[in-house]
């Protein structure tokens, strides 16, 4: 994990956290601007937020913030120095017009992590969406419904996260089916 200790550390806290928690792609994440963030000034530590983003193809799709990114979004931008129009920012660097986080610092973050983690497989800013996907049918959410969150025009993309959960449903079908209780005569 980041060193919170730190304006950079909490920025990619806050980054991972919204990662998990929204499903984004990472070019909607980079988009982002601070001031599409002001419902965070409602400290409900309970509440889910809602934010429009325009994603891929320029369509507009609706992404959930949790409860827990939410608050490190907040602890994020209380600690920022600066006013700088983009919500993720180079703290190093002093050009206002190119404090923007590019694509290629968070891979390469998010890489860094993984290894510090103590994880062999490579991780990427994809894992991670794959990673919430993954979470939300595992947790009973239906297919279609995972389609929208991520923005899927057709559900054939948004089937390849169906892998992992077809291990649970051989574990549901082997507990409960009756015909694994029939003896081979």
């Known amino acids: ?49 809602e934010l429009s983003i325009v994603g891929k193809g320029q369509h507009v799709r609706t992404i959930f913030i949790s409860p827990r990114a939410a608050g490190w979004l907040r602890q994020y931008l209380s600690q920022r120095s600066d006013v700088s129009k983009p919500l993720f920012v180079n703290t190093r660097s002093r050009d206002l017009e190119r404090r923007r986080l590019s694509v290629r610092y968070i891979q390469k973050m998010i890489s860094k992590c993984a290894v510090l983690a103590g994880l062999s497989k490579k991780v990427t800013p994809h894992t991670l969406r794959h990673t919430y996907a993954t979470d939300l049918l595992a947790h009973g959410a239906d297919l279609r419904s995972v389609q929208e969150l991520l923005g899927h025009k057709n559900v054939s993309t948004t089937q390849i996260y169906t892998h992992v959960t077809n291990k649970r449903l051989r574990d549901i079908h082997e507990k409960f089916h009756s015909g694994n209780d029939i003896k081979n005569k």
């Open 1 to 49: 994990m980041p060193d919170i200790k730190s304006e950079a550390g909490l920025r990619d806290r806050a980054i991972l956290e919204l990662f998990f928690s929204s499903g984004m792609r990472i070019s909607e994440l980079v988009a982002l601007d601070a001031d599409q963030l002001s419902f965070l000034s409602d400290k409900n530590p309970e509440r889910t937020f």
